[in-house]
């Protein structure tokens, strides 16, 4: 399927790689795991995985971040695509685990619910979905113009929508919540020590 040109693009191809540093810690994945990542932007978590994994593959709707995410080391086993999460190009229960990493909360609500619908239907019985977004505790959350309940849109053209555990809970309702949890941590701004905090979901589906 060809994606719509998002407004990803522009900020993609104006400032290359958006995602640096090193990925969030990830769960142990066994090598022969079949793996999906959704939403990989340039790469920084779809590395990582490919290197737990021989059997990676990753999507994103951004053609600019997929040929970013391309020229990741150690990646050339794995596959990418450019893709909409809302309409995955896989079939039913393709994948022994999946990640969506600051993916889910750039789209509106209804948006967030086809991303979690297809993530669910391309899960196979067992396996095992991981989560991570923002949370309200965030220092950016109420930053911007407020487009739907807790999402907000920025300079760029991106929302970000900001969770709470509950909701993100909620979310992934047809799964087995295995733990959902706030991260918090402090970043200095100018001298100011300012509170971030993303939730982070692991759900399993029922065999
Ligand atoms: C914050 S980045 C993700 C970073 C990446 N997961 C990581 O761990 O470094 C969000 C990504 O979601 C992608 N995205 C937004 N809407 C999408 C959609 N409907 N389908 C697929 N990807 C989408 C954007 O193009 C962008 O690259």
């Known amino acids: 399927m060809t ?18 540093g090193a990925p969030a810690p990830l ?14 932007g340039n790469g920084k978590t779809f ?15 951004s053609p600019e971040a997929v040929a970013l995410a391309r020229r990741r080391p150690g990646t050339a086993e794995a596959d990418l695509a450019v893709a909409d999460a809302r309409h995955l190009p896989f079939r039913d229960e393709a994948f022994d685990a999946v990640f969506l990493v600051h993916i889910a909360g750039h789209l509106p609500l209804r948006g967030r619910t086809a991303i979690a619908s297809e993530a669910v239907r391309v899960l196979r019985p067992s396996g095992t979905l991981f989560f991570r977004g923002f949370s309200v505790e965030d220092m950016r959350a109420g930053k911007g113009t407020e487009t739907e309940p807790w999402t907000f849109l920025r300079g760029e053209g991106i929302i970000t929508h900001y969770f709470t555990e509950a909701e993100t809970a909620e ?14 941590w402090r970043m200095r701004v100018r001298g100011e020590d300012l509170p971030r905090a993303e939730v982070e979901g692991v759900f399993r589906r029922e065999g």
């Open 171 to 184: 979310l992934f309702a047809p799964l087995v919540a295995v733990s959902v949890r706030t991260h918090r």
């Open 3 to 20: 994606a719509q040109p998002s407004p990803w693009d522009e900020d993609y191809r104006r400032r290359g790689s958006l995602w640096g």
């Open 47 to 61: 590395e990582a995985l490919a290197r737990q994994s021989s059997r990676v593959t990753a999507v994103d709707i």
């Open 27 to 40: 769960p142990d994945i066994p090598t022969d795991a079949a793996v999906l990542e959704i939403g990989c």
